[in-house]
C-alpha cells in the first residue's frame, strides 16, 4: 500500500492565488485558455477552408457569453440542491468563479450564439461549426485542467500508480474550504480516480480522430461537429459511471449519463443523414454566390429609391402649390 501511494498523483496545493485583494483562480485561467485555444485553432481551419480571417472572432463574441450562460444554467438546474433549499444560498448560483459549468448547456446555448453572429455574416452554421470541432474539444480538455486544481470531479477509490491524491485544504482562519484553502498536510485523505485526467485525454483523442476523419473523407454540412459530440458523449457515458461526486439522480443513475446517451445517439443519426447532402460546403463558392445576391438587392433597393425620388420630385412640379401666378 505504501509503494501504490508514493505512486500516486499529487493535486495541487491550492487552486487560488491572490495578487493583493484579487483572487487568481486556476479554473477561470484554464477556461480562458481554451477558449483561446479554440479561436485559434477555429480560425485557421475556416481560413483553410475559404473563410475570412476574422470570421471566427466574430463569432466568438456572440457564441462564448452565450455558452458561458448556457453552461452555469445547466449546472444550477442539474445541482439546484447546492443552491437552494433550507441553509443554502440562491446567490451562490451566480458565482462562476467557483466552478460549475454543464458542457451540455455551453454547447447548446453557445450554438444559439454561434448562429445569431452566423447569420448577421451570411455564414452557414453547420460549416462554422465543422471548423471550431476540434478545438471546442482541446478546449474542454483544457478546461479540464482546472478540476484538478480545484481538487473535484474524481472517482472512487483506487490503489492503481495513476491514482489521485486528495489533501485537506483549509483557508488562513483554519475553515475547511476545498477550492479557496491551501494543504498544509499533504497526507492524502483519499486516493481517487482521477475521472477529469480521463476526459481530458479522451477529449484529446477525440481531437484526433475528428481531424483526420475530416482530412480524410472530407466531412461538411456539419458531420464533423457531429463527429465529436458523439466521440465527446461516448467517453463522457463510462466516465460518468466512475465519477463519486455529488449529482442528481434519475432512476439510479446521475443525470449526466441518460443525458451523454440521448446526445450521442442524435449525434450519430445526424452524422448517418447529412452524409446525403453531399461533400464538404465550399465556402469561397457560398460567398462568391452570395455577393451577387446580396448586390443585386443592394442595388436594387438603390433603383427603388431612385424611382421614389423621381416621383416625389414629380408630383412636387406638378402640385398647385408648385404653380405661381405670373
Given at each position: 500500500?505504501?509503494?501504490?501511494?508514493?505512486?500516486?498523483?499529487?493535486?495541487?496545493?491550492?487552486?487560488?492565488?491572490?495578487?493583493?485583494?484579487?483572487?487568481?483562480?486556476?479554473?477561470?485561467?484554464?477556461?480562458?485558455?481554451g477558449?483561446?485555444?479554440?479561436?485559434?485553432?477555429?480560425?485557421?481551419?475556416?481560413?483553410?477552408?475559404?473563410g475570412?480571417?476574422?470570421?471566427?472572432?466574430?463569432?466568438?463574441v456572440?457564441?462564448?457569453?452565450?455558452?458561458?450562460?448556457?453552461?452555469?444554467?445547466?449546472?444550477?438546474?442539474?445541482?439546484?440542491?447546492?443552491?437552494f433549499?433550507?441553509?443554502?444560498?440562491?446567490l451562490?448560483?451566480?458565482?462562476?468563479?467557483?466552478?460549475?459549468?454543464?458542457?451540455?448547456?455551453a454547447?447548446?446555448?453557445?450554438?444559439?450564439?454561434?448562429?445569431?453572429?452566423?447569420?448577421?455574416k451570411?455564414?452557414p452554421?453547420?460549416?462554422?461549426?465543422?471548423?471550431?470541432a476540434?478545438?471546442?474539444?482541446?478546449?474542454q480538455?483544457?478546461?479540464?485542467l482546472?478540476?484538478?486544481?480545484?481538487?473535484?470531479?474524481?472517482?472512487?477509490?483506487?490503489?492503481?500508480?495513476w491514482?489521485?491524491?486528495?489533501?485537506?485544504?483549509?483557508?488562513?482562519?483554519?475553515?475547511?474550504?476545498?477550492?479557496?484553502?491551501?494543504?498544509?498536510?499533504?497526507?492524502p485523505?483519499?486516493?481517487?480516480?482521477p475521472?477529469?485526467?480521463?476526459e481530458?485525454?479522451w477529449?484529446?483523442?477525440?481531437?484526433?480522430l475528428?481531424?483526420?476523419?475530416?482530412?480524410?473523407?472530407?466531412?461538411?454540412?456539419?458531420?464533423?461537429?457531429a463527429?465529436y459530440v458523439?466521440?465527446?458523449?461516448a467517453?463522457?457515458f463510462?466516465?460518468?459511471?466512475?465519477?463519486?461526486?455529488?449529482?442528481?439522480?434519475?432512476?439510479?443513475?446521475?443525470?449526466?449519463?441518460?443525458?451523454?446517451?440521448?446526445?450521442?445517439?442524435?449525434?450519430?443519426i445526424?452524422?448517418?443523414?447529412?452524409?446525403?447532402?453531399?461533400?464538404?460546403?465550399?465556402?469561397?463558392?457560398?460567398?462568391?454566390?452570395?455577393?451577387?445576391?446580396?448586390?443585386a438587392v443592394?442595388?436594387?433597393?438603390?433603383?427603388?429609391?431612385?424611382?421614389?425620388?423621381?416621383?416625389?420630385?414629380?408630383?412636387?412640379?406638378?402640385?398647385?402649390?408648385?404653380?405661381?401666378?405670373?
Amino acid at each position: 500500500m505504501l509503494n501504490a501511494v508514493l505512486a500516486t498523483i499529487p493535486s495541487p496545493d491550492q487552486g487560488v492565488w491572490y495578487l493583493g485583494p484579487l483572487p487568481i483562480r486556476a479554473y477561470a485561467l484554464c477556461i480562458i485558455a481554451g477558449i483561446i485555444v479554440a479561436i485559434w485553432w477555429g480560425e485557421r481551419r475556416w481560413v483553410a477552408r475559404g473563410g475570412i480571417k476574422g470570421e471566427v472572432t466574430d463569432i466568438a463574441v456572440w457564441a462564448v457569453p452565450f455558452g458561458l450562460v448556457g453552461g452555469r444554467l445547466y449546472h444550477v438546474i442539474t445541482d439546484n440542491q447546492k443552491y437552494f433549499g433550507p441553509g443554502k444560498n440562491p446567490l451562490a448560483a451566480l458565482e462562476i468563479w467557483n466552478g460549475g459549468l454543464g458542457i451540455w448547456g455551453a454547447i447548446a446555448l453557445g450554438a444559439v450564439g454561434a448562429w445569431i453572429g452566423c447569420r448577421r455574416k451570411g455564414i452557414p452554421l453547420p460549416a462554422m461549426a465543422d471548423a471550431l470541432a476540434p478545438g471546442i474539444v482541446t478546449a474542454q480538455a483544457i478546461g479540464r485542467l482546472g478540476n484538478y486544481f480545484n481538487q473535484e470531479l474524481y472517482g472512487g477509490d483506487t490503489t492503481l500508480p495513476w491514482g489521485l491524491e486528495i489533501y485537506r485544504r483549509v483557508t488562513p482562519e483554519g475553515r475547511e474550504d476545498a477550492l479557496a484553502g491551501v494543504a498544509i498536510d499533504h497526507t492524502p485523505i483519499q486516493v481517487v480516480h482521477p475521472t477529469f485526467l480521463y476526459e481530458l485525454l479522451w477529449n484529446l483523442g477525440v481531437a484526433l480522430l475528428i481531424v483526420w476523419a475530416d482530412r480524410k473523407f472530407r466531412l461538411g454540412h456539419g458531420r464533423t461537429f457531429a463527429l465529436y459530440v458523439a466521440g465527446y458523449t461516448a467517453g463522457r457515458f463510462w466516465i460518468e459511471l466512475m465519477r463519486t461526486d455529488e449529482a442528481t439522480l434519475i432512476f439510479g443513475q446521475r443525470v449526466n449519463v441518460f443525458v451523454s446517451g440521448l446526445v450521442f445517439i442524435g449525434a450519430v443519426i445526424y452524422f448517418v443523414l447529412a452524409r446525403s447532402r453531399g461533400e464538404r460546403e465550399d465556402i469561397a463558392a457560398l460567398r462568391a454566390t452570395a455577393e451577387p445576391e446580396s448586390q443585386a438587392v443592394v442595388e436594387k433597393n438603390e433603383e427603388t429609391d431612385d424611382a421614389e425620388e423621381e416621383k416625389t420630385s414629380s408630383e412636387s412640379v406638378n402640385s398647385p402649390e408648385s404653380v405661381k401666378p405670373e
